[in-house]
T-cell receptor, first 112, second 114 residues
Framework: GENVEQHPSTLSVQEGDSAVIKCTYSDSASNYFPWYKQELGKRPQLIIDIRSNVGEKKDQRIAVTLNKTAKHFSLHITETQPEDSAVYFCAASKAGANNLFFGTGTRLTVIP | DAGITQSPRHKVTETGTPVTLRCHQTENHRYMYWYRQDPGHGLRLIHYSYGVKDTDKGEVSDGYSVSRSKTEDFLLTLESATSSQTSVYFC?????????????FGQGTRLTVV
């Protein structure tokens, strides 16, 4: 099955700086890559996703890049704010599949 | 937020007892999922349902069973709870398979097996 690895496990940045979280996947057939944000004690919520027919997608301060050849994708958060502090999970799947394979999570702390 | 309610939100149970967790949705979504979340493992799929009475196993299904007798309810049963099943359990729903669309998660159930 699919194996998703995520780094780093913890990340601290100063408010206003950028944060980058990286994931790799093993199954070359995977073509859907969502990112979920989970605030302390809350449910995971989708913040952005990308499909393998594009290399980059942006939504305001958040962007995701995908390198299919290297089988890795990254989450970029610019101008970080304290409310960005949370655990972020990457995931991989393929069209029609009934499972999301999650990374182990990155705890992001934005220091005011 | 998508209309997903999990119950109970917290439960402590003894080893060897049966436990049932409930997921209730008001979105009329076809697909429902049970995940468990453990430190160092992210979220892992236990079972999923693709329609009423249609279910299948996920990555970590041993020791768990599920049932879906109507669209809105998906039950997860631990037949004989073990300490290794101490975890936070999340239900998720989606209109299409999760490889095609966003999954919406419930608030989670924290289960402790003592």
């Amino acid at each position: 099955g699919e194996n998703v690895e995520q780094h780093p496990s913890t990340l601290s940045v100063q408010e206003g700086d950028s944060a980058v979280i990286k994931c790799t996947y093993s199954d070359s057939a995977s073509n859907y890559f969502p990112w979920y944000k989970q605030e302390l004690g809350k449910r995971p919520q989708l913040i952005i996703d990308i499909r393998s027919n594009v290399g980059e997608k942006k939504d305001q301060r958040i962007a995701v890049t995908l390198n299919k050849t290297a089988k890795h994708f990254s989450l970029h958060i610019t101008e970080t704010q304290p409310e960005d502090s949370a655990v972020y999970f990457c995931a991989a799947s393929k069209a029609g599949a009934n499972n999301l394979f999650f990374g182990t999570g990155t705890r992001l702390t934005v220091i005011p | 937020d998508a209309g997903i309610t999990q119950s109970p939100r917290h439960k402590v149970t003894e080893t060897g007892t049966p436990v049932t967790l409930r997921c209730h949705q008001t979105e009329n979504h076809r697909y429902m999922y049970w995940y468990r979340q453990d430190p160092g493992h992210g979220l892992r799929l236990i079972h999923y349902s693709y329609g009423v009475k249609d279910t299948d196993k996920g990555e970590v299904s041993d020791g768990y069973s599920v049932s879906r007798s109507k669209t809105e309810d998906f039950l997860l049963t631990l037949e004989s709870a073990t300490s290794s099943q101490t975890s936070v359990y999340f239900c998720a729903i989606s209109e299409l398979p999760v490889g095609n669309t966003e999954a919406f998660f419930g608030q989670g159930t924290r289960l402790t097996v003592v």
